[in-house]
């Protein structure tokens, strides 16, 4: 019956979008749609559960403070994926020609931009006078600022095993059996912006867990943390960033972000890589930005700065921060020495073993990076030295035998990109240096290479390819590094990449891409060196200004030891997961936006698994115009058996959040999000969604464990803006 439910409501979706007429107002609605596409497929490309705050940030922080049409800011939009480079180009040669933009609609007279660009960009730009050279001032400041305060306020309704009760006895016996605080997380985040020249602000955050003012453990728990015991919002960051004034390119102090090249050599917080809308993968460094997150991975904390002057700029840097780790001790000669056994990236302190780990070593990382642009040529040379206070000593095993390990690393590349007429050359060679590992100098010595080079070529205004080739060294090390690649790390790696983009006719774009790569040593799930491929393709086409859809395929193949019990000795096997998706949105009438979602996955291997999952979903949206509230509801149904046949479902959420689950199992999922705005300056939002299950009486496992069929999240909002 629920079947039968979501064909008719698909096909009238179908039907209906053909009937669209064309409206005058583009809202923001394309731009969400490719987010959506691109966090998506990020899930989808990596193993692990990443935070996508950082993200979602720019984008926000986009539609919030549109980007001046009339300056260096476009550049943004490259980054984003919202403008291909070529496109980027045809802006400036239309600037030099024309001068300034005086209307939104000259757009549309720039070659290269066709009605999907224009309705993803339109939301996030704007047209002022170039500001700047602009002097800023105190009154200014206090005058044309924008301040944003932000709370929320977030739960799992049900009770989960971490929180049952337990006594100190069994707790000091199994020290990791519970959660030390409550099941609530709270977010506290202000912000403060002066036409995008000045931004400063604070993130306070507290997972659900960990322990906050009003929790409390006993004296024997306390003393058994030590200096490790903490209450109150576990991170706690602030970042004050300035652009544009004088000499002094862009400025930083707290926490920041710095991207630069292809990010082989330096590149920290996340990045696109085969989730990037368009064929080219070709990055576009920003250098310096602030953090205003409160992701705990892979950022900042100190001070840098980007100097310039006609075609030069150069930028120093000094970070400074904690952060998690396993420490272990090792046996010496003459007494026992603090070793660090891994790196931990998650930002829980919800445990004992957790709170241990917290902040146990400092890193600090000192570097800059030297850059010379001109009309169609940029080069850039960057190098940084990586400290720990304690030296990284992994757990011996064949597959991590190259990975960092000791107290410093020092990485150094230089990457180029020309760009003109109808050709961009792209590409960044890298080096990094680890005196401090046994491994690497009876291997090769301390010195490790890794390089990547690209190519994309648009011959006419409707085809666009791009090749793209790495070779990244098992010894390669870098902890800083966000290249493209099959997976997380950019070591041990060859691959060649092609992608082509075309719009055969007007209103339809196809986009697809071949990758094929080999990993040149272990992983931690192949004993063997290893290969596979990646193929995908999405065929989309506008109806209208208010409807559109997409088909797309994928299917992934790659190697992982085989679980066989009757064979000895692991051995490596392929392994392939195949995934269809259909998508359309339309609009209907003028409040309401409906979405349809149906996917089917398929998953393969050599050891005679066979699974199958299909996901299908409803989304109606109501969103009156000159009204202060918004409704998003949605209803999914799945059936997925096993993990491996697993689906990611992005969901809308409150501001500055969203989730992407992946579903599994058989059951339904819907949630409710609710958004009003008060006195003009006060928002607020509300969210509850649950998950019920027909195959199982019990949620999760170890301390995650539910005992039911059914889980409930609960988010609640208020942004505040003067």
Known sequence: MKRLIFTILFLTAALFAKAQIAVDTLSTEALNNLLIEQVERLAEDSDDDLDYEDLLENYIFLSENPVNLNSDEVRQ?????????????????????????????????????????????????????????????????ARYGKHQLLGRYEQILEKQQGYAPIDDSTLLAKPNSRYLGNPQKYQLRYTYNYRNKIRAGF?????????????????????????????????????????????????????????????????????????????????????????????????????????????????????????????????????????????????????????????????????????YAVA???????????????????????????????????????????????????????????????????????????????????????????????????????????????????????????????????????????????????????????????????????????ANAYLQFRSKTKMKNSTDAFVFSHYPIFYTKNSVRFNINYQIGRDFHGSNKAEYAHYRNDDGSNEHGYFLCQDIAYKPEYKPYSLTFRYAIFDAKDYNARIYAYENDVLYSFSVPALYGKGMRFYLLGKVKLFNALTLYARIGRTIYSDRDEIGSGLTLIEGNHKTDLKVEAVWKF
């Open 77 to 141: 939009l490259v980054e984003l994926h919202l403008i291909s480079v070529f496109q980027y180009e045809e802006l400036q040669k239309y600037r030099r020609f024309y001068g300034d933009f005086m209307f939104l609609d000259e757009l549309e007279m720039v070659e290269g931009f066709d009605e999907q660009t224009l309705a993803v960009i339109k939301p996030v730009v704007c047209l002022e006078k170039d500001q700047s050279k602009d002097k800023i001032t105190l009154d200014k400041m």
């Open 203 to 371: 993130t306070l955050e507290k997972d659900a867990g960990e322990m906050f003012y009003t929790d409390k453990v006993s004296d024997t728990i306390q003393k058994l943390l030590g200096n490790q015991y903490h209450r109150g919002f576990d991170f706690v960051g602030f970042h004050l960033y300035a652009k544009d004034l004088g000499i002094v390119k862009t400025a930083a102090l707290g926490d920041y972000q710095l991207a630069f090249g292809q990010g082989l050599t330096l590149w920290s917080g996340m990045s696109f890589g085969k989730a990037g809308a368009g064929s080219s993968v070709m990055k576009q460094g920003r250098g310096i930005t602030p953090k205003g997150s409160a992701s705990e991975y892979s950022f900042m904390r100190g001070a840098a700065v980007t100097l310039g002057g006609g075609p030069f700029s150069g930028t120093l840097f000094y970070s400074n921060r904690w952060v998690d780790a396993n420490i272990s001790v090792a046996d010496t000669l003459d007494n026992e020495a603090e070793l660090v056994s891994s790196l931990q990236e998650t930002g829980y302190h919800r445990t004992i073993g957790e709170l241990l780990d917290r902040h146990a070593i400092r890193q600090q990382v000192v570097g800059g990076h030297l850059a």
């Open 376 to 546: 169609h040529f940029e080069v850039g040379y960057t190098a940084h030295h990586t400290w720990l206070n304690v030296p990284l000593e992994l757990r011996p095993s064949h597959y991590n035998q190259y990975y960092f390990q000791g107290r410093s690393l020092t990485n150094q590349g230089i990457d180029f990109k020309y760009v003109k007429g109808k050709y961009a050359v792209f590409g960044e060679a890298a080096t990094s240096m680890n005196y401090d590992s046994t491994a690497l100098r009876q291997a090769q010595g301390p010195l490790a290479f890794a390089g990547l080079v690209g190519l994309t070529v648009k011959p006419a205004g409707y085809l666009n390819f791009t090749v793209m080739y790495r070779d990244y060294g098992k010894a390669y090390q870098n902890l800083m590094s966000n290249a493209f690649g099959e997976g997380s790390r950019n070591q041990g790696q060859r691959g060649i990449y092609l992608g082509v983009e075309a719009a055969p006719a007007p209103y339809w774009n196809i986009l697809a891409y071949a990758d094929q790569f080999h990993f040149t040593w272990l992983t931690s799930q192949v004993n063997a060196p290893s290969r596979g491929h990646d193929y995908y393709i999405r065929i989309s086409h506008s109806f209208s200004k208010r």
